[in-house]
């Protein structure tokens, strides 16, 4: 199984730096990719902050959620079960072990967290420091 940062999910559905190879990517992939309520939030959060910077207008707001919604019931997405306490005893576990030399930020590793709780091998992010931080926590870092 794999784990996306809800960064790499965005480019999905914006026109932004890496969006055609992430969608190459999803495409060749060929399997669901999990998403939690974490990444909802994250997804619903970005494009409010595309709204607030005046990227986007209220019609694209709601066109993006529903693409997304669409998404998940085409069976692009599906919900993994996922145990909150576990994933935030492992983030404080990933945070004391890491952040002091790396720098994380703390919903970076929620990510990292909620990947090895699920059971994820492989994780594809964005982010130079939650990939490494991912890769010293035992996952293997998918390329595009």
Known sequence: MIYLDTSVIVKLYFREDRSREVAAW???NNQAIPLTRFHELEMVNAVQMKFFRGEIDTGEIELVLARLGDH???GVYYRPQIEWTEVLENAIDLSRKFTGSMGTRSLDIVHVAAARCMGAK??????KR???LAENAGLKIESL
């Open 130 to 132: 939650q990939i490494q």
């Open 72 to 74: 998940e019931t085409r």
């Open 122 to 127: 492989r994780f594809l992010s964005m982010d």
């Open 26 to 28: 999803i495409e060749a």
